[in-house]
């Protein structure tokens, strides 16, 4: 994540006003998807030659049919306006992780061989949540090539404990000698 979404996140966040962290995060993930799954979208706000005027007009229509807070109009129309669509998702992923902060959640990454259970997923998430002090949302994740065993990502720390992992590291030990 860029240290300029960062800085678009806390922006938005000190901006929000009456408004809820909550919705302009749904405000936020809905515009994102729309870009994402409508490519005459993300064409035309990407475009130079339409107008500026033209495209605020459109955003704004947009956004109130859609319901938006006027704060997350207000955010769209500013990274509209500063070209910076191509970077939406580390935008609503920058503004995710203060919204999480807020509410003392914690987001981890899981991969395994095969799916996890739930129940199995809901006591993993109940013990890292133990061990961190703070309620924990697992992103579960299936990886064959993993053979077994389990890959945690918290931020940017990996906890390997994947038969893949520890055949790796075995092969370094035994070419190190």
Avoid at 7 to 16: D, E, N
Avoid at 116 to 132: F, H, I, P, Q, S
Wanted: charged share 30%.
């Amino acid at each position: 994540m860029s240290a300029r979404a960062k800085r678009y996140a806390q922006v938005l966040m000190k901006g929000l006003g009456d408004a809820s962290a909550d919705k302009v995060l749904s405000d936020l993930e809905s515009f994102g998807q729309w870009v994402a799954g409508v490519p005459a979208l993300r064409g035309a706000v990407e475009n130079p030659g339409i107008p500026s005027s033209l495209k605020e007009s459109f955003l704004k229509d947009l956004c109130k049919k859609a319901g938006f807070e006027p704060v997350s109009e207000r955010f769209v129309q500013m990274v509209v306006a500063n070209r910076r669509i191509r970077e939406w998702g580390d935008l609503a992923d920058a503004f995710r992780g203060l919204v999480d902060e807020k509410h003392g959640v914690v987001r981890a990454r899981v991969r395994t061989a095969r799916p996890m259970k739930e129940v199995t997923r809901t006591d993993l998430a109940a013990r890292l949540g133990k061990v961190l002090g703070r309620r924990v949302e697992l992103e579960p994740g299936v990886s064959p090539a993993l053979l077994g065993g389990v890959e945690l990502r918290l931020g940017s720390t990996v906890y390997d404990g994947t038969v893949a992992g520890a055949l790796k590291a075995l092969r370094q030990d035994l070419v190190k000698g």
